[in-house]
T-cell receptor
Framework: NAGVTQTPKFQVLKTGQSMTLQCAQD?????MYWYRQDPGMGLRLIYY???????DKGEVPNGYNVSRLNKREFSLRLESAAPSQTSVYFC?????????????FGPGTRLLVL | LAKTTQPISMDSYEGQEVNITCSHN???????ITWYQQFPSQGPRFIIQ?????VTNEVASLFIPADRKSSTLSLPRVSLSDTAVYYC????????????????WGLGTSLAVNP
């Protein structure tokens, strides 16, 4: 199993450009998440999907859209990139085991917006 | 949503026990406490999770007092490879949490283990 994979690993954008970050998991998990991580800010939840066909906003959703394409894939789109969106983006998936769940993270996508 | 507070950094030496405390004064009834470990340029990795009292696994122990307003991650006999950032996470992670599953992460504790 590859676990959680993310593409691309690195990306440089100019302000105003758009792009989609891809995430896929092969663990048959229902829930998937997108986080961003900035220095001194810890991880902040952008969007999450509790199950296929559902998405919900997290702590910092502005400037982003998501698509839960199927059970495996959860993409994050930046329609018009801004320098404030320079960050490391992590995708995660989770599956409840009994009363609780744990999250499994991808390797991250490093995005620089100029 | 519960917010957490952790020390920004800690130093230790190989072979010592390390205890990292997280404060979560506003923890809700259905919230669990989870700790993750993160190495540079990698995604976080699950360490341990608990609701109350004490939980132990092969890598760590988690102590949660009766009022659940804090928790302590205990790493026995740390090695250089335990140098990482440790995150305390509080939230409702039950299988039926649905759209209530919005998790708040702490800022993390940067642990440096010295030879």
């Amino acid at each position: 199993n590859a676990g959680v994979t993310q593409t691309p690993k690195f990306q440089v954008l100019k302000t105003g450009q758009s792009m989609t970050l891809q995430c896929a998991q092969d663990m048959n998990h229902n829930s998937m998440y997108w986080y961003r991580q900035d220095p001194g800010m810890g991880l902040r939840l952008i969007y999450y999907s509790a199950s296929e066909g559902t998405t919900d906003k997290g702590e910092v959703p502005n400037g982003y859209n998501v698509s839960r394409l199927n059970k495996r894939e959860f993409s994050l789109r930046l329609e018009s990139a801004a320098p404030s969106q320079t960050s490391v983006y992590f995708c995660a998936s989770s599956e409840p085991r009994g009363p609780q769940e744990t999250q499994y993270f991808g390797p991250g996508t490093r995005l620089l917006v100029l | 949503l519960a917010k957490t507070t952790q020390p920004i950094s800690m130093d230790s030496y190989e072979g010592q026990e390390v205890n990292i405390t997280c404060s979560h004064n506003n923890i809700a009834t259905n919230d669990y406490i989870t700790w993750y470990q993160q190495f540079p340029s990698q995604g976080p990795r699950f360490i341990i999770q608990g609701y109350k009292t004490k939980v132990t696994n092969e890598v760590a122990s988690l102590f949660i007092p009766a009022d659940r307003k804090s928790s302590t991650l205990s790493l026995p006999r740390v090695s250089l490879s335990d140098t990482a950032v440790y995150y305390c996470l509080v939230g409702d992670v039950r299988y039926n949490a649905g759209n209530n599953r919005k998790l708040i992460w702490g800022l993390g504790t940067s642990l440096a283990v010295n030879p």
